[in-house]
């Protein structure tokens, strides 16, 4: 059985005096939940300090993306080796906004899975499609060649190392969600593809959904056989509706 993960990514939200009481409210609703791992992964400046309100290891820490370099003259860019002196597990890789906002391709996503694996980091790989290639019929060939370049690189046995997370990019911030059996029709490709190279890996692996998740959808989405919980956006900063989420994952 798959343990649920939920983890917050605050994007390029938070500030020193709101993410104190976040924090805190946070550590406070999850006692008592103890059948659902949760992380949050809070712009590279305030990883320390949320660190520091961490208490042992209730909650995973994570950064929103990693470099795919050790070290030298990359301007702007940050290691495995720096998150880790910094408490990070997790590192989010190939998010939709990376890769539509900034160009990252297929390529860098999958070196970047790499240096995360490298580090003792567990990657979140992001998958998804646009509204476009949604109404062109090609979800499964998007989704299935963003875990091809993946998996060419570091062999579908390094995915037991990470989670997968499908974000359909139509329904990222804009208030739309697919429905529950959307969801899961996805997941469930995703599953079968990974089985077909290796069932023990297909098995393992968790697989999250991220795309307007909510505490009022949350229960129907983590009902599906193959959605193991979410990787969550805007309702992440809202303390109260990220416990109701949780919770839903519990």
């Avoid at 998010?95 to 003792?120: L, M």
């Avoid at 690189?153 to 529950?180: N, R």
């Avoid at 999250?208 to 193991?228: H, Q, R, T």
Wanted: proline share 3%; glycine share 12%; net charge negative.
């Amino acid at each position: 059985m798959r343990q649920k993960l939920v983890a917050g990514n605050w994007k390029l939200n938070g500030s020193k005096a709101t993410i104190e009481p976040l924090v805190s409210a946070i550590l406070a609703g999850l006692k008592g939940l103890d059948n659902v791992a949760v992380a949050v992964c809070p712009p590279y400046v305030y990883i320390p300090m949320t660190q520091g309100l961490l208490s042992g290891d209730r909650i995973g820490l994570g950064s929103q993306d990693i470099a795919d370099q050790e070290t030298g003259a990359f301007t702007g860019e940050v290691s495995g080796t720096m998150l880790k002196e910094f408490g990070c597990s997790y590192a989010i890789v190939g998010h939709s906004e990376r890769r539509a906002i900034y160009g990252e391709q297929d390529g860098d996503t999958a070196r970047k899975f790499a240096a995360a694996r490298k580090h003792g980091l567990k990657p979140i790989l992001c998958v998804g499609e646009t509204l476009e290639e949604r109404e062109s019929g090609v979800t499964e060939a998007v989704v299935a060649r963003q875990l091809d370049a993946v998996i060419a690189l570091e062999g579908v046995e390094a995915l037991t190392d990470g989670v997968i997370a499908y974000e359909p990019v139509w329904a990222i911030g804009t208030g739309k969600t697919a429905s529950p059996q959307q969801a899961q029709d996805v997941h469930a490709f995703i599953r079968g593809k990974l089985a077909a190279l290796n069932e023990s890996v297909a098995a393992k692996v968790q697989i999250l959904y991220g795309g307007s998740v909510k505490g009022a959808n949350a229960a129907e989405l983590f009902a599906m056989p193959d959605i193991d919980g979410g990787l969550i956006g805007g309702a992440s900063l809202d303390a109260q509706e990220f416990l109701a989420i949780c919770k839903a994952g519990n």
